[in-house]
Every structure is written in structure tokens, then in C-alpha cells.
């Protein structure tokens, strides 16, 4: 069950790095960024964020039902640790900036960011649970 959790959230993460994170406004123009556009321009770190829940989901999809599950715990904890940091940087970031242009986060940013920190609980739950007897 943990197991799915995890993939679930790093499925999400992936597919929320590209939709808006970022809503723009200026007088009356607005756009939106999403994580692609800022890890083309301005964050070439953000371009980690799908290649670790890729490497999750390969992970987790192709690692057998008897095998050790501790590599696909350590794996998301990791993954899911640099995107939150990532995440909530870029998050920093938005909320420091002020001037003429104002910037707010979307909701997908938000649903990102919960989902990678759900990833690392599910995946220390799964580490610290204890193996069941036969």
C-alpha cells in the first residue's frame, strides 16, 4: 500500500512539472511559467525534478514484489528530498522577489511540493516497517 502511495506521488510530481507554477501579473497582462519554462531560463537545477521521479517510477515499477524493498525506499527518500528542497526554494525565490511584476504560486506547485513530502514519509514508513513473519 506504501508502495503505491509513493509511485502515486511521484507521478504527480512528474506530471505537475509541467503544468503552471508560477502566475504572473503585470497591470493587466498575466501568464503563467511552469517548471519547464524555469528550468529552461532561469533554474537549471529544476531540471532534476523529473529526472529523480522518473527514476522513482522506474524504480518502483521494476522492482519485483519479493525483492528487497530498502534501494526503492532509499531512492525516493533521496529523489523526493532534493525536489522538495528544489521546490521550496523556487518557492523562496518567488516570495522574495517584489516590484512591478507580482508573482504567486498555483495550486499545481502546491499539490508538487505535498506530494514529494509525502514520498519521503511513505518512504521512511516503508524503511522503518517491520518485515512480517511467514
Given at each position: 500500500m506504501l508502495r503505491r502511495i509513493n509511485i502515486s506521488a511521484a507521478s504527480i510530481v512528474f506530471v505537475c512539472f509541467f503544468l503552471p507554477?508560477?502566475?504572473?501579473?503585470?497591470?493587466?497582462?498575466?501568464?503563467?511559467?511552469?517548471?519547464?519554462?524555469?528550468?529552461?531560463?532561469?533554474?537549471?537545477?529544476?531540471?532534476?525534478?523529473?529526472?529523480?521521479?522518473?527514476?522513482?517510477?522506474?524504480?518502483?515499477?521494476?522492482?519485483?514484489?519479493?525483492?528487497?524493498?530498502?534501494?526503492?525506499?532509499?531512492?525516493?527518500?533521496?529523489?523526493?528530498?532534493?525536489?522538495?528542497?528544489?521546490?521550496?526554494d523556487e518557492r523562496l525565490r518567488v516570495h522574495n522577489e517584489s516590484g512591478i511584476i507580482s508573482a504567486q504560486l498555483t495550486g499545481w506547485f502546491w499539490l508538487a511540493l505535498l506530494s514529494s513530502l509525502a514520498m519521503i514519509i511513505t518512504s521512511l514508513a516503508m524503511l522503518l516497517k517491520r518485515r512480517r513473519a511467514p
Open positions: 507554477w508560477e502566475q504572473l501579473s503585470c497591470g493587466g497582462a498575466k501568464d503563467t511559467l511552469n517548471g519547464l519554462d524555469l528550468a529552461r531560463h532561469d533554474h537549471p537545477l529544476l531540471w532534476l525534478v523529473p529526472l529523480l521521479m522518473l527514476a522513482v517510477l522506474v524504480v518502483g515499477l521494476v522492482r519485483r514484489r519479493g525483492e528487497n524493498i530498502r534501494s526503492f525506499s532509499i531512492v525516493s527518500i533521496v529523489s523526493g528530498g532534493v525536489v522538495a528542497y528544489l521546490m521550496n
